[in-house]
């Protein structure tokens, strides 16, 4: 691939985060009415069905796409574009087969899952909405997957709008409908059944693009000197290979909701709580707080899918030298945007789930879960940049050991009837705690001694997301007796951000020169 044509993955990573951040703020317009129709206890039951939704699409999602992207882009570079069409044309076939599969699991697992769980009966009718949910994003997954090998972002960023518009529509729309003719149960089931309709339509719209770039591709391959001599069960091993150490990473992340999908409600029972009591405190951890987080979280997902192809592709040309400062700049750029949101939220989170969900249920629980902002996002982002050097197995076993001390902890935790669901919470941070640090090591560890300056660049942002936070609480005690909540949100939030883009101009956090290395510019 000429320079000309070379991207750079910041700008991979800012088009999906920018199409991410979008869709998720378009999510919050599903979530926020939804919270004040259904309430927490219906909630509760859109979020019981969503653990097992997505550690179904832990099995047929997350590995093969980042194996699509990864094979995609390596054959890319070396000038071989008819083996990377043959890899798609291999992968999306896999990739609906598995998505079918999933999807009868859902369909006719509903009441094994809600009896093994303790779930209340009516998480039936959510889990049903959600059952053809993993065909669709299956083989919407597998066109992101193409994309993003490309390294041509825009396509997956602007389907991720496609999809949160087509879900917050049809979404809310049924949920309103159902709820209002059958109740707070169906109203909840037409909620889920809006992520069905997204993937749908956002598969579709990906299909559209990708009959679009067809024809330069096959230019491309009429044009090769050379052709590719792998078949498809070369390609089908080869994908295998790289998707199953993925695939368990995501599983084992997928298990840590899960975890607390299974022991939540049957630990608090046995802290004293009924089902209902459990099902509300679970809507308000799972459906108000962790919304919140992970909006900057997105910001984390969209380094990671950016970085397995372009490290892939450094790893491949073995320059080690442009793995090192992406690597480093990538940590750089997780902490400038982990540890402010951390401030932001420890200050503010009766404020931001007040302006949102129109009261502050949940607030405690945004507030001490925000803590683990950053240890999620470095260990995100580490993930994609040990997969894309070929330490697929990493992950893997750093992710097992976070989900039993994940297991151990809700397990021990949650029954304590003064900690509740608040155990939960606790077993997360630890768990995420664990993994990026077993993750950042790994990194350390390839990349050796060069890989220094990371203890200052933490500094500098603790420091400056610390002032911010300072200012932020006396601007926030000075305003409250003269605004109302929502003004004075805004406000805070306005004098955080200039105050932190002040500080990490004054500290130069982010030295340009970092940025123009790895651009090439």
């Known amino acids: 691939m000429s320079a000309a044509k070379k991207k750079n993955y910041l ?33 509760g039951l859109y979020g019981n069905a969503y653990p097992v939704y997505t550690f179904l699409l832990a099995i047929s999602v997350i590995g093969l796409p980042v194996a699509i992207s990864k094979m995609v882009s390596e054959r890319i570079s070396l000038g071989k574009y008819d083996g990377a069409y043959r890899v798609f044309k291999v992968a999306i076939l896999a990739l609906a087969i598995i998505g079918a599969i999933c999807s ?3 369909l006719f697992g509903a009441h094994f899952f809600i009896s093994v769980f303790k779930w209340h009966p009516d998480t039936y009718y959510s889990i049903l909405g959600l059952a053809f949910a993993p065909l669709c994003v299956c083989i919407l997954s597998s066109f992101k997957g193409f994309f993003q090998g490309m390294q041509n972002m825009t396509p997956p960023s602007i389907s991720q709008i496609v999809e949160s518009i087509t879900r917050v529509v049809v979404g809310l729309g049924l949920a309103v409908f159902l709820y209002n003719k059958l109740g707070v149960a169906f109203g909840a089931a037409g909620a889920t059944f809006g992520a069905t309709a997204g993937a749908f339509v956002a598969s579709f719209f990906l299909f559209l693009c990708f009959l679009k770039v067809r024809p330069r591709l096959k230019r491309q391959i009429s044009r090769q000197t050379s052709k590719s001599t792998e078949d498809a069960r070369t390609i089908l091993k080869i994908l295998a290979s790289i998707a199953i150490p993925i695939t368990l990473a995501s599983l084992v992340t997928s298990s840590m909701n899960l975890i607390n999908s299974f022991t939540v409600s049957a630990f608090l029972q046995k802290a004293g709580f009924s089902v209902n009591e459990a099902t509300v405190l679970w809507g308000q951890l799972s459906q108000r707080a962790q919304t919140i987080i992970s909006i900057p979280l997105i910001l984390s997902s969209s380094l990671a899918a950016s970085l397995v192809p372009t ?166 005690t000075f305003l409250a007796g003269f605004l109302g909540n929502s003004i004075l949100t805004v406000v805070v939030i306005l004098v955080a951000m200039v105050v932190y883009l002040a500080l990490i101009y004054i500290t130069r956090v982010l030295n340009i020169e970092e940025v123009r290395s790895v651009i090439g510019k």
């Open 11 to 43: 700008k991979g990573a800012a088009v999906l985060a920018f199409g991410g951040i979008i869709a998720k703020f378009l999510g919050m317009f599903l979530k926020l009415p939804l919270v004040r129709i259904l309430g927490d206890f219906g909630m």
């Open 104 to 106: 009868s699991i859902m």
């Open 311 to 476: 490290i892939s592709e450094s790893f491949v040309k073995k320059d080690l030298k442009q793995i090192r400062q992406k690597t480093f700049l990538t940590f750089k750029v997780v902490l400038m945007i982990a540890l402010p949101c951390i401030a932001g939220l420890v200050v503010m989170s009766s404020e931001v789930t007040t302006l949102l969900f129109g009261d502050a249920n949940g607030a405690n629980m945004l507030r001490i879960l925000a803590i683990g902002i950053v240890f999620t996002m470095i260990s995100t982002t580490m993930q994609g940049i040990l997969q894309g050097i070929g330490l697929l197995n990493t992950p893997v076993k750093n992710l097992a050991i976070g989900c039993v001390i994940k297991l151990i902890l809700n397990v021990v935790l949650i029954q304590i009837p003064w900690l509740n669901i608040y155990g939960a919470i606790l077993g997360t941070l630890g768990a995420d705690l664990v993994v990026a640090s077993l993750d950042y090591r790994a990194i350390k560890k390839f990349l050796g001694s060069t890989y220094g300056g990371l203890g200052m660049a933490f500094i500098k942002n603790l420091f400056c997301a610390a002032v911010m936070g300072i200012v932020c609480f006396f601007v926030k």
